[in-house]
Each structure stands twice: as structure tokens, then as C-alpha cells.
């Protein structure tokens, strides 16, 4: 009995005063987590397998890159362009705007009761997508909306003078609504991680509250800063829901575009259907890879 | 000399400092301003289409038309059951994982970690075209009935939840010494079960609710999924309400914020601010 515990090393180990342990067999210390990759492999990881291996399977039989080649097709090209449009802007402003406000609230030296509140909101407001959002902007800036009706009063005819909800731009303002909170909870932890004694021996040495920020803080900051406007990229690159409650689906996007290919084939070509979903996919793995390097290289500095 | 010259610069540089605190100050506001107003303009709009549901008069009747809609209420009862079929399936998923993962199986973090963060890297659009093409057809039938369509989608739900629930749960399990735990508990002859049920859940409360509270905020109104698996729930219902109606779409906005205010409300409750509070789209 004494001997079978001592025979373990591990079991020596972290045996306390004799206590039984359950028996530790191989099979025993897995099962714990065969439930999760179990439930991981159905419900995320073959959905997308499946896709891949489609992408790449041949009408004739065996493996073809022919799919990806039709990537370079008018629609496909068209609908991604304007994803990665729309993405790149609401993540460049979403960035720099939710940045000055993390920045207001925290050194800005607004009152403490701001900060906790726009942490709050910005944590409702980057979960207020999809339908919701949608309906919002267009009671605001709809045909009908108030602030269309608003402006008319002066006479500016909003409508008239070109503006769309259901365009490039409309679109752009509707996904700020999720993104600058987004930015702003993620940067402000790193806005606090700038420590004050680097403040204070810059201004000790001379330096300008300018010279300050362009040598000291900004370059602190900057892989978190673009490290976030990244996941502000992936995020909207991915969003499908707020897009299709605004347009109805039909606005070109490459979400938009999957989803019109999963109600009828669309592009008259399965396997481009399939090349198109794998390539965002791709886009977002990239995206998020870059931000998991960027974020690393940021604690080294502000934790 | 010198401390002269010390006197004289600190002299100077005091109000120097004072006015780019207020200039700080100054900005801050301008921006502060400005941000509220862009976010509270379209929800103020939306309120006000809301109480308009009569002709000339403002009132609750939108909102009363929304609840009277014989399909509203089944939907917002079916979304709050998937929502919790959810959760309870996450949390007897991950609380089992992390814990394992914290105590026993350390080496296998890494690749719990990169498959919680699957969801963010495959779009919901392109999980739920893998899922019907992988499900729809024999021989792993699984959308053929409403019903086991229904299944699936709170199993796509609880995996979806996987990275904010795995992220609190871990945040919890941190908290706390685990081993101390565990060895206490073994001590006092509990096995596993025991355990995770009465020593781990009880000290991760927090965690939990947090976890779940976004869980519910994300998935209650979520439209992509639901919607190409043909489900009656709250997010496709929303979207056939803002083509088919004129006020009522304006109540169910409010609706919706409202309650994702109070899942993230309870979450800075609870967590004093320190929960993690973001999800997809």
C-alpha cells in the first residue's frame, strides 16, 4: 500500500499527509476536457472543414485551386473591396476616435463618475448590433428619420444632396456605433498602463507635453493602438446581421455575398461560394494572428 | 546659483503646467460632447418614433402593439430559452475545461485558448454555410426537423460563447488558489464531482454570472445563425418587423437595448467594473 504511493514521483509530489487521491489513470486526466474539444470539433471546427475541403474539391473528382482562381470574378472582387473598405475606415476612425476618448476619460481629466460611465456604455454599445442598431439609424437618419426631418426644417434636404443610409457612408456610421466603443475598452487598460514616472522624468528632463506624447507615450502605445484597430478590422470585416437588417441583404459585401450564396447559388458556382466564405476566413485569421503579436509586444511595456 | 536658477524654472514652469491642464481639460470635454452626442442621438430618435404609435399624440402604443403581435412573445420566449439552454450547456463545458486545464493539464492551454477563440475568427456567416452544408444532408441529418434545428442552434450558441465564457471562468479560477482548494476538499475525502460542484461553482460566481450575462446579451437577439437555419426566434423576427411595420420596429429597439443595458449593468455590478464586456456581430 505504502510502497504503490511512493513508487509515483508525481504522487509524492503533492500527496499531503497520506491522503487517497483519485487514481490518476491516463484516460482520467483527459477526461475532463473530451467534452470540449468534442463539442469544439462539431460545432466550429468540421463546419469549416467542410467548407475547405468543398472550396477545394473538383467537380471531376480530386483536389483543384480552381475555386480560389475564380475569386477574381467581378462579384466576388466587388463584394470584397467594398468589405475591406468599409472595414479599413470604421477601423482607422473607429481607432482614432475611440482612442480621444479613452484618452478624455482617463488623463483627459474628466470627472471620475465619466469613466465609469462610458466603460458601461461602451460595454452596451459594442453589444448593440444587428436588427436594433439598424432600426435606430434608420429612425435617426432614414428617409423618414429624425434628424432627416430635422435638417429639412433648415432646409437641407439630406436626401437629395446625395446621402444614403444604405451606402458606403451610411454603413460606415452605423458600424461606429460598435466600433468606438470597442476601441475604447480595449485601449483604455493600456491608457492606464502609462506610468506616471515617465511622465514625470520627461517633464523633469524639459520635455513638452508634445515632446512627451511623440517620444514616449505614442510609441508605448502603438502596438496597442494598431493591434486594436486590427480587431476593430476583423470585426467589422466579419459583421453580417447589422448589415443585412439595414440593406435587406443586398448591399455588395462579402458577408452579404455568403449569405445570398446559402439561400441560392447565386454566383452559379458552388465551390466559388465555398473559396469566397474560406477566404474570410483567412482575412480574419490573418487579422487576428497580427493582433495576438501586437498585443504580446504591448505588455511588455504597459503590465 | 543653482538654486536660484532651480526656483526660477519651477516658478515658471507651475503655471505652465496648470494651463495645459486646462487645456487637456478643455478638450477632453470637446470630445466628451461631441461622442454623446452621436451616441445618444439615435437612440433619443428611436425613443421618440416609440411613443409615437398615435396619430398626433405621444404615448406607449407602439409598444403595446409590439407585446399584442401574436408572434412577438413566442419568439422573445423562444430566444430566452435557447439563451439559457446555452449558457447551462457553456458552463458545464468550460467550467470542467478550465478547471482541468488550470490543475491538471497546464500543457494543454495554448490549444484551449486558440479553439475558445475560434468563434472570432470564423464569421458567423461562414459557420452557419458550414453547418448547413455539413448537417443538411444524411448521414449526419441534424436540420431535418424544427426541432433538431433548434438543438443545434443552442449548440452553436454555447460555442460561440466559449471565448467570453472561458475568458471569466479562467479570470475566476485565477482568483482563487485551485490547488488549495482541491487538495482541502480531497482532504475532507469529496471526490470530483463534489468538488467542482460545491467548492469550484460556489467561488466562481462572479465569473459565472458575468460569463452568462454576456452569453444572454450576445445570443438573445442574434440574427445570422437563426435566421439561415429557418428559427422563429427574436433576431429574424426583428428583421421581418422593420420590413412589415412602422412604429413597432422603434419599441423593439428600446426593448433590445434595454435589455442588453441591464445584462451589462449587472455584469459592472457584480464585477465592480472589472468584467469583460464585448462580443461580435
Not at chain 1, 473530451?34 to 472543414?49: D, W
Not at chain 1, 470585416?237 to 443586398?250: E, Q, S, V
Not at chain 2, 524654472?9 to 478643455?26: D, G, H, W
Not at chain 2, 420590413?243 to 420596429?249: A, L, N, Q
Request: proline share 5%; charged share 10%.
Amino acid at each position: 500500500m505504502k510502497s504503490s504511493i511512493n513508487t509515483d514521483p508525481k504522487l509524492t509530489n503533492t500527496t499531503v499527509g497520506g491522503v487517497k487521491r483519485p487514481p490518476q489513470f491516463q484516460i482520467g486526466h483527459w477526461f475532463g476536457v473530451i467534452p470540449f474539444f468534442v463539442f469544439s470539433g462539431l460545432f466550429l471546427i468540421a463546419p469549416t472543414v467542410v467548407l475547405a475541403y468543398r472550396s477545394l474539391e473538383s467537380p471531376a473528382g480530386g483536389l483543384t485551386l480552381e475555386f480560389y482562381g475564380d475569386l477574381l470574378n467581378e462579384t466576388v472582387i466587388s463584394a470584397y473591396v467594398m468589405s475591406i473598405r468599409i472595414s479599413l475606415t470604421t477601423a482607422i476612425l473607429g481607432g482614432i476616435i475611440g482612442f480621444l476618448i479613452a484618452w478624455a476619460v482617463s488623463i483627459g481629466g474628466l470627472p471620475r463618475p465619466f469613466r465609469s460611465i462610458t466603460t458601461t456604455f461602451s460595454g452596451v454599445a459594442s453589444n448593440f448590433a444587428g436588427v436594433p442598431l439598424a432600426s435606430a439609424f434608420v429612425f435617426t437618419l432614414g428617409r423618414v428619420g429624425a434628424i432627416t426631418a430635422l435638417l429639412k426644417l433648415f432646409g437641407v434636404e439630406l436626401y437629395k444632396s446625395g446621402f444614403s443610409l444604405y451606402s458606403f457612408l451610411g454603413l460606415t456610421l452605423v458600424y461606429l456605433y460598435f466600433q468606438i466603443p470597442l476601441m475604447v475598452l480595449v485601449i483604455l487598460p493600456a491608457l492606464d498602463g502609462l506610468k506616471r514616472d515617465w511622465r514625470e522624468a520627461a517633464e523633469n528632463l524639459g520635455a513638452t507635453p508634445y515632446q512627451y506624447w511623440r517620444h514616449v507615450a505614442l510609441p508605448v502605445l502603438t502596438p496597442s493602438i494598431l493591434g486594436t484597430m486590427i480587431l476593430l478590422f476583423g470585426n467589422s470585416f466579419g459583421a453580417h446581421a447589422t448589415a443585412y437588417a439595414l440593406t435587406g441583404g443586398l448591399f455588395t459585401l462579402a458577408t452579404l455575398l455568403i449569405g445570398q450564396q446559402i439561400s441560392g447559388d447565386v454566383l452559379h458556382n458552388p465551390g466559388l461560394g465555398y473559396a469566397v466564405a474560406m477566404g474570410m476566413v483567412i482575412v480574419m485569421a490573418v487579422s487576428i494572428f497580427i493582433y495576438s503579436i501586437l498585443q504580446r509586444r504591448s505588455e511588455r511595456w504597459l503590465r | 546659483m543653482t538654486l536660484s536658477s532651480n526656483s526660477a524654472s519651477s516658478v515658471v514652469k507651475a503655471p505652465e503646467k496648470k494651463s495645459s491642464l486646462k487645456a487637456n481639460q478643455f478638450w477632453a470635454r470637446v470630445i466628451f460632447s461631441i461622442s454623446v452626442l452621436y451616441f445618444l442621438i439615435p437612440l433619443v430618435a428611436t425613443f421618440y418614433w416609440s411613443l409615437r404609435g398615435k396619430k398626433d399624440v405621444l404615448g406607449f402604443e407602439a409598444y403595446k402593439k409590439l407585446f399584442a403581435d401574436t408572434n412577438f412573445l413566442p419568439a422573445f420566449s423562444e430566444s430566452i430559452v435557447n439563451a439559457i439552454a446555452a449558457i447551462f450547456l457553456s458552463l458545464l463545458i468550460i467550467v470542467p475545461t478550465a478547471y482541468w486545464v488550470t490543475l491538471r493539464l497546464p500543457k494543454l492551454r495554448p490549444v484551449v485558448e486558440f479553439i475558445t477563440l475560434l468563434p472570432f475568427v470564423i464569421p458567423a456567416i461562414v459557420l452557419v454555410f458550414g453547418l448547413i452544408r455539413l448537417y443538411s444532408r444524411p448521414p449526419l441529418l441534424w436540420t431535418a426537423t424544427y426541432d433538431s434545428s433548434r438543438v443545434l442552434l443552442v449548440c452553436v450558441y454555447a460555442a460561440l460563447s466559449f471565448p467570453y465564457m472561458f475568458r471569466s471562468v479562467d479570470n475566476g479560477l485565477r482568483a482563487i488558489d485551485v490547488r488549495a482548494l482541491t487538495e482541502a476538499a480531497q482532504s475532507l475525502g469529496a471526490n470530483w464531482v463534489t468538488i467542482l460542484l460545491r467548492v469550484i461553482f460556489p467561488n466562481l460566481r462572479t465569473a459565472l454570472l458575468s460569463g452568462a450575462l454576456l452569453t444572454f446579451a450576445i445570443v438573445i437577439g442574434e440574427l445570422t445563425i437563426a435566421l439561415y437555419m429557418a428559427q422563429h426566434t427574436l433576431g429574424p423576427y426583428m428583421a421581418d418587423l422593420t420590413r412589415s411595420k412602422v412604429y413597432e420596429p422603434s419599441a423593439m429597439a428600446i426593448v433590445s437595448f434595454a435589455i442588453t443595458w441591464a445584462a451589462m449593468g449587472i455584469i459592472q455590478l457584480v464585477t465592480g467594473g472589472q468584467g469583460q464586456t464585448t462580443g461580435g456581430h
